[in-house]
């Protein structure tokens, strides 16, 4: 160290140690991994998806190493919503890609138990609106806004505690959401029921919406609405650190969590099932202490 010039405190994100998020994937990765080994003497992609399991688990204890760079520093931070899309992707690689056995008859039995009927089914019929099926598919869309909004947020502020906070919750709620897709798939109205009327999705906001699904929409991943219970949490961690943006993005929750039902995308005890776990979650996660 150079006379006069005071040492560099110790960055603690430096130390090599896993934090929560750490441990929560890697124990996702070897439940996955046990799973795609099961399947993959019927399902071979599943080989496909342990490699990348094991790819992933990997990159994340790298990057637990001492010493990183900026470059390494940022990942160590965000990593954990860049792997949300090929996690999401490995769901088809284990169910068979559509070859899997869903429960949607159970789940739909359980939505008339609660809500006594099909309400995804029977509500747009009841009250066919183009204005709301434009404004509720955009609202399905917005998803891909709020769930990194937080991060983003607090990140642009350099609120390093609220931010992992956010990373924690939201990555948290996916990963439960996934374990549920893995184990108790279920396909959901979008493939059980006939498809919308054609006047009803000849918007614009639909036809972004169904583009998308085509491009990378995993088949057994209704139940829960991971749409629903992502938002929910994101918009709960929100909160958490800024009640302005949290009430910003209530507003917007609230619209996907009936656009998902109204547009046919899940039965409405996906997206109740969605509200729950994202509110169980973050409720679990509020307290746990993040280093600042």
Not at 56 to 78: D, F, H, K, N, Q
Not at 178 to 185: D, Q, R, S, V
Not at 262 to 269: E, S
Request: hydrophobic residues 50%.
């Amino acid at each position: 160290m150079t006379r006069g010039v005071p040492a560099e405190p110790m960055d603690p994100r430096s130390t090599g140690r896993l934090r929560l998020v750490d441990c929560l994937l890697l124990l996702f990765l070897v439940v996955a991994s046990g799973v795609a080994i099961a399947r993959a003497p019927t399902r071979p992609g599943a080989w496909w998806a342990l490699t990348a399991y094991l790819m992933i688990g990997l990159m994340a204890l790298l990057l637990t190493r001492p010493g990183l760079g900026v470059i390494g520093r940022t990942l160590r931070e965000v990593y954990p919503l860049l792997l949300l899309v090929p996690l999401y992707s490995s769901l088809d690689l284990l169910n068979g890609i559509g070859q899997v056995g869903v429960h949607d008859t159970l789940v739909r039995h359980w939505e008339n138990l609660v809500f006594g009927g099909q309400v995804s089914q029977t509500w747009w019929q009841r009250h066919p609106s183009i204005f709301w099926s434009s404004l509720l598919h955009l609202s399905y869309f917005s998803y891909y806004l709020i769930v990194p909004f937080p991060v983003a947020w607090f990140g642009l502020r350099g609120d390093m505690g609220n931010l992992r906070r956010s990373i924690l919750i939201i990555f948290t709620t996916f990963l439960v959401c996934y374990l549920c897709f893995m184990l108790f798939p279920v396909a959901g109205p979008y493939y059980e029921f006939a498809r919308l009327a054609g006047w009803f999705t000849d918007n614009w906001p639909a036809h972004l919406v169904y583009q998308t699904l085509a491009a990378g929409s995993s088949y057994g991943a209704a139940f829960p609405s991971s749409h629903v219970a992502g938002t929910i949490a994101a918009t709960a961690a929100a909160w958490m650190g800024s009640r302005r943006l949290g009430a910003t993005l209530t507003v917007a929750t609230i619209l996907l969590t009936i656009g998902v039902v109204y547009c046919q995308m899940h039965y409405a005890i996906d997206a109740t099932a969605g509200v729950l776990v994202g509110l169980g979650v973050a409720g679990s996660l509020m307290k746990v202490r993040v280093e600042r």
